[in-house]
């Protein structure tokens, strides 16, 4: 607006630069205020993380701790399964929901995008509103199913009712319309079948879908909280999420050893965040995706 | 399609392929695979179906029988009917939870639209450095709550918090926030404006951006000011971009939990006694698994009607507004 009253009193041509300066300077400084607002509760939790005991308590915050503490992230290990256990648990649930997740939905998606049979536009819009029932009233039931399997506070009781969803079978029949026909009637021609199709021509050209799904489906099993809370009991087995809330709750102002705790459940999400970032925006965008 | 719809409820392959060759038989045979292509059809789709008749349907069936019965794991399930849902309605913890709850989405929904709409209508120029700055703003998305939670309660902490010692600048006395009744909720809030405020606006950026410029230059001949342009461009076309801001932030913010769990375990007095939070113990510390899976269902209904309201009212304003 202040800008539209700067335009009125100089004369047109120098008022738009003018104004054009107004709006360049105000847009650089609220992208700074949110960069700055978004960052720093990461950047005091990496300083926390190196600190000694007594410089946390130090009041006015310090941000450069004295010398850096290592100790604090070996001491994880020494008193919690955290790396030997927590970290590995998570990365193994995270593996193998990824890759059968990607195997699982791209099938379906192949078939609903590609292959006609009877029943397929019905069970596709059984699908899409699958995805309005909300997480919370299937996690009472499964939790029943795993446990009459026998399967609770193990990791396959996360691993299985993971293995295919309903947003991965979606997305990727999104992408897969979007891919030209004639790619595949030359590899018709030469007589390949669905699946050679499917796996030679189609799954090599969604490379950027499969990687936007993959990293999604990363952040989101990475992240999980309330199903390995819930379905897993001894600490060994805990996922890394869970074995923070342990910490939280058992050393609840240790706030150094819980900011190093938080700095390496965050790495693997940073590492595959930026190796994919250009992916998340656009695939974010295209499919409506949500978090 | 022919086939598909005079087979539209075979859903067994056996019965359906019949069907399909039946529909081929009739037509000139332009598709002598068609057989092949439907068994073909079954046998992509099947481990995704058989995954989801397991762990969405059989469960949605379990969840809703659980719902009508009393169970603590232990003995075996008592049917009884609607008594859940009729105990719900004289439970005080339940409507202090869903009081909790649809505060802290009143609280959420307005300071999560304003605030990053506002941001991506100033970032909403030619910038250079976008990449760098939407990067920094992803990165609370991509965080896990759990880990932001934890670092919240480090910075809202009422002694040595950095929030306090900022305050403390400019002679404000340290504040509890997460200990006192009145702060401990809007503190909650504000982890989560913050967590998804750098995506929505990104969301809103992308719908900015796909305004096209001419309207504004043609606005601007006629003399339009900034705040008219605003009013009957910028929002208007914005529509649909604030609808799905809004309906998946609604529908996140009524499951809110992980905040509640780690930051104050629904205190101080309850005041971050979330629905979700209520229904985790219910379920999973008190082992009323109907009671709970009775909450499950109304939230469930709740939600559906939510969306169903959103999805009214606002496609009714875009057709006004764009007519």
Redesign the interface.
Known sequence: ?S??DVSTRVPPAQGSQVA?RA??L???????F??A??????A??IS?SFKQRFE??I???RWIPESLQWDNYLSLWRDFPFWNNWIFNSFKITIFVVLAQLL??S??A???AR?????????FYL?LG?M??????????????M?SLGLLDSHASLII?A??S?IG?FMLRQFFLSIPRELEDAARVDGA???RI?WDVILPLSKPALATLGVFLF?WT??D??TPL?FLSSPEKYTL?VG??FI?GQRSSD?ER??AA?VM??IP??IV??AA?RH??QG??LT?L?? | ?A??S??????EPAV?AA??ADASAKKPPRRPR?N???L???L??A???I??L???V???F??AF?SLTRWD?VSSPEFIGIQNYVDLFSDELFFITIKNTVIFVLMFIPLTITLSL??AL????K?RG?A?????????????????A??????F?S??G?IN?FL?WFGIDPVNWLNSCSTALPSIAFVSV?KG???N???FL?GLQGIPSHLYEAAALDGA???RQFRDITWPLLTPTTF?VLV?SV??SF?V??TA??MTQGGPERCTYTY?YY??QQ??RFFN?GY??AM??L??AV??AV?FIQFKFLNKRVNYELG
């Open positions: 607006m800008s539209a054009k709006r360049r105000s847009g650089y400084v609220a992208l700074s949110l960069a607002v978004s960052l720093i509760p990461f005091w939790m926390t946390v308590f009041y006015p915050p699982v939905c099938m379906s192949y078939a609903f292959l006609r049979f009877p029943g397929r536009d019905l069970i699908y699958s309005m029932v909300p997480d919370v009233v299937n996690l009472i039931p499964t939790f029943v199913l446990r009712p293995l295919a309903a079978i079948g669905y699946w499917y952040i990475w992240t909280f309330i819930i999420t923070q809330a939280n706030w819980l900011m938080n459940s965050l999400l940073l965040y930026l970032q998340i925006v974010v965008t409506g949500k978090g | 399609m086939g598909t005079t087979t539209g409820v075979a859903n359906a069907a399909a068609l092949k292509e439907t073909a059809g079954y992509f789709i481990p995704g179906v995954h989801s397991l762990f969405i059989f469960v949605l379990v969840s659980l794991l506002s941001v100033a970032a909403n120029t910038l976008l760098f700055f939407r990067t920094a703003y992803f990165f609370p998305y991509v965080a896990s709550m759990v880990a932001v934890i670092v919240f309660r480090w910075l902490s002694d040595y950095l010692g403390g913050w405020l750098g995506w606006m990104t969301l992308a000011g900034r705040w799905f998946t529908l996140g499951q939990f992980d769990y780690l979700l229904l985790y379920g999973f698994m709970a899976a499950a269902w939230l469930f939600l559906i969306t």
